[in-house]
């Protein structure tokens, strides 16, 4: 995604919450993978607006201190009973 090189990943799990649609391909099926696969082998481009922004909101080192933060803030706060 930096490199601005389309991503093509599995529907699911981790990929699906990283990969967003400006990144690249999410594909379910084999047909789906071989389709986009012909789409950047035959030179076809896909639009890539928000690939390396999503890079540094995702995946940052900023982004995983203020997570790692609001995580222990989070496991820190006294619970309702």
Request: contains cysteine; hydrophobic residues 30%.
């Amino acid at each position: 995604m930096y490199s601005g090189v389309p991503i093509i990943a599995d529907n699911s799990g981790g990929p699906k919450e990283s990969v967003g649609v400006d990144c690249g391909y999410l594909c379910k099926t084999k047909e789906e993978w071989a389709s986009n696969m012909w789409k950047i082998l035959s030179g076809e481009k896909k639009k890539l607006t928000k690939g390396r922004q999503q890079v540094f909101d995702k995946f940052s080192f900023k982004k995983f201190s203020s997570d790692f933060v609001e995580g222990i803030r989070e496991v820190s706060r006294p619970k309702k009973l």
